[in-house]
């Protein structure tokens, strides 16, 4: 009735039920992560049950551009990120999604740019890198493309389309035997094989937490330790120009600077001194160009990264016209359709990846670029979990990786 005033006391609310039949492993969170360690114990024959918050699926991994960058990976992820190329082809067929496997056109747009491919090149002796000379570039790019003076194909690299391609791995996941889906269902404590949510309790063997950004509000000790940010940052959705098709991803100067790998090589200096010097407003708001047609033909452009702390809800026109100009200058067209702008927000870690044993029957996991190595991690941690296995102490960087227990969080 309207206008009627409930009043209700704790003793009036229902008591904590048992939610669900016991599991053997529990995931909290059904992005690409926990879909993953979903999917990965499944093939180990496990009873899983996989419990998100949401209605369905709206965190990091519908909001990007779907590109498993295997060649940016840095070597202690290699492993992880070509297992993952795999699976995200073989789940592909199996649940009918598009995978993208025409790989990445890396341009480059200044001598210095086309070292740091060089060098990638040499130390990969050559695998899953095939230099492109300035038309060959130019011509993959498109009909306007302008300043071009060469480039790479990173042949590695798959791509899917996540707004799709999640949802439809979590429906086929659903229905395989043994699985069970609770959506709108809040996860607040995890311990000990006890996941309490806000409809009742699970228990199960193991569980796996896979919260993304969203690990500094669940367990804010782990994510502090880890160095967790939550990074904010602008995409868009645009009508492509006339003639526009591009099969592999798009990557330019400006991602040689957020790649792992690519930023690693010497020559990756030269490029942040000179865009600095030259365009400060891209370093300003940390711009990675990158295209990712989709195969409806619409561009997926981004993206701009704001680490501040508190995601700002006000969005600035600037950073989207600052994307628009740079885009219509990288495919050299006099200007570009706006279909849909949204916000990404995911985790950014001291170090790509986040393995931590919480308890011995509670694993958290995170990755900065969950799509280009987040299979093949899970399928880590899952083999690891089923053969009782310790998780490994701490690995610490260069390796950028960090692996580590401890009830207290803190890195020892
Ligand atoms: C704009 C953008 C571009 C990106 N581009 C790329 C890219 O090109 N390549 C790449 O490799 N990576 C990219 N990333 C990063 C990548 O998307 C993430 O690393 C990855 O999706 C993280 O997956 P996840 O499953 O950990 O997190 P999420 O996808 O965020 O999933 C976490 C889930 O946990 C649920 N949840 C949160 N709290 C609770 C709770 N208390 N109880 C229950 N459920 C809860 C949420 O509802 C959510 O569904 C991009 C990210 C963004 C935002």
Do not use: Y
Request: aromatic share 2%; with cysteine.
């Amino acid at each position: 009735m309207r206008g009627r005033i409930i009043h209700t006391t704790m003793a009036a609310l229902p008591a904590p039920r048992t939610l669900a039949p016991r599991s053997d492993v529990v995931v909290v969170g059904a992005g690409v992560l926990g879909l993953g360690h979903a999917v990965e114990a499944v093939r180990a024959g496990l009873q899983v049950t996989v419990v998100d918050a949401e209605e369905r699926l709206l965190g990091a991994s519908v909001r990007g551009f779907g590109h498993a960058c295997v060649a940016g990976q840095p070597a202690p992820l290699r492993p992880a990120a070509l297992d993952t190329r795999e699976r995200w082809l073989d789940l592909g067929a199996r649940a009918g999604f598009w995978v993208g496997d025409a790989g990445t056109l890396a341009v480059a747009r200044g001598l210095d740019e086309l070292a740091v491919l060089t060098q990638l090149r040499d130390e990969r002796d050559g695998v899953g890198i095939t230099m492109l000379d300035a038309d060959d570039t130019a011509r993959r790019l498109g009909p306007g493309a302008r300043q071009v003076v060469g480039g790479a194909l990173l042949t590695e690299d798959v791509r899917i389309e996540p707004r799709h391609a999640v949802p439809a791995l979590a429906a086929w996941l659903a229905h395989q035997p043994g699985v069970r889906f609770l959506w709108s269902t809040h996860v607040h404590s995890v311990t000990d094989g006890l996941v309490q949510t806000s409809r009742g309790d699970l228990h199960a063997d193991h569980a796996v937490i896979c919260l993304g950004h969203d690990l500094d509000r669940l367990l804010p000790d782990v994510a502090a330790a880890a160095g967790l940010r939550r990074c904010r940052q602008h995409m868009l959705r645009l009508a492509p120009p006339d003639r526009t098709r591009i099969a592999p991803a798009v990557i330019t100067g400006l991602s040689m600077l957020r790649q792992p790998a690519l930023a690693a090589q010497p020559a990756a200096d030269d490029v942040r001194r000179r865009i600095a010097a030259e365009r400060p407003e891209l370093v300003e708001h940390d711009v990675d160009l990158v295209l990712a047609q989709r195969p409806d033909g619409d561009l997926v452009v981004g993206d701009t990264h704001d680490l501040r702390a508190g995601v700002d809800p006000f969005s600035s026109e600037s950073l989207d016209r600052l994307l628009l100009d740079e885009t219509a200058r990288l495919l050299g067209v006099p200007g570009l359709h706006v279909k849909e702008r949204w916000l990404g927000v995911h985790a950014e870690g001291d170090d790509d990846v986040l393995v931590h044993a919480l308890d011995a029957r509670t694993t958290v996991v995170s990755a900065t670029h969950g799509v280009s190595v987040g299979l093949g991690l899970a399928a880590d941690v899952v083999r690891r979990v089923v053969a009782g296995r310790a998780l490994p102490a701490v690995v610490r960087p260069p390796a950028r990786l960090c692996f580590f227990r401890d009830n207290r969080a803190t890195r020892s």
